[in-house]
């Protein structure tokens, strides 16, 4: 079953704004992930933040994990037009040994 | 880091045969994972594909329909057999450095039944 259920399903917002994208999950993990996937290409790794982490930054990524509520946030600040593309959560879960389960994904698009 | 070589990037087939994509990692990897994307759809894991043993499935991917080797530490192959209209998707692999808790992928593969 999916863990991760990202919310807005679709962003669209002009260049130079923050976009804020949000991840829930269902079970206890390890790990957070947020991955980037431009169309019709493999996925990239942007940023991950452990379970006992509260926040992590890296460039223009903000990543926030709050284990209370099973929810994570990420934040892309003065986006660009090249940030457009998809943006998946990912979990480890706790004994999950690096399989990750990646939410529905959340559509970004930037225009210049 | 890991630079993933994956091929075919992209194949139309017909119904009833099967489909061998190659994945070639630069580097030595601990774990490599077989992924299905449908459109607009997130990821699901098909299987661990393991080094020097069986791949582990996870629920509803069985190994006659999705058979994949994995011969050494940088070289994996899953195979789409006897394929119908519904196999049509993206199929990626990831690997796993081990120690780096990520995943690094390769390009994908869009695989078209007819």
């Known amino acids: 079953s999916q863990q991760g259920e990202e919310d807005p399903q679709a962003l669209s917002i002009q260049e130079g704004e923050n976009a804020t994208m949000n991840c829930s999950y269902k079970?206890?993990?390890?790990?957070l992930q947020w991955y980037r996937q431009n169309s019709g290409r493999g996925l990239v790794h942007l940023i991950l933040?452990?379970?006992?982490?509260r926040e992590k930054h890296s460039g223009r990524l903000r990543v926030t994990l709050d284990t209370s509520k099973k929810s994570s946030s990420l934040l892309i600040t003065a986006s660009r037009a090249a940030d457009t593309a998809s943006y998946f959560c990912?979990?480890?879960?706790?004994?999950?040994?690096?399989?990750?389960?990646f939410g529905k994904g959340i559509t970004l698009s930037v225009r210049p | 880091s890991a630079v993933i070589s994956q091929k075919p990037s992209r194949d139309i087939c017909q119904r009833g045969t099967s489909l061998t994509i190659q994945c070639q990692v630069d580097s030595q990897v601990t774990m490599m994972f077989w992924y299905r994307q449908q459109p607009g759809q997130s990821l699901t894991l098909i299987a661990t594909a393991n080094q020097g043993s069986e791949a582990t499935y996870e629920s509803g991917f069985v190994i006659d329909k999705f058979p994949i080797s994995r011969p050494n530490l940088t070289f994996s192959t899953l195979t789409v057999s006897n394929m119908s209209p519904e196999d049509s998707s993206i199929y990626l692999c990831?690997?796993?450095?081990?120690?780096?808790?990520?995943?690094?992928f390769g390009s994908g593969t869009q695989l078209s039944v007819l």
């Open positions: 990831s690997a796993d450095k081990g120690g780096q808790e990520k995943l690094f």
């Open positions: 990912a979990t480890e879960a706790t004994g999950a040994n690096s399989k990750l389960t």
């Open positions: 933040i452990r379970s006992n982490e």
């Open positions: 079970t206890s993990i390890n790990n």
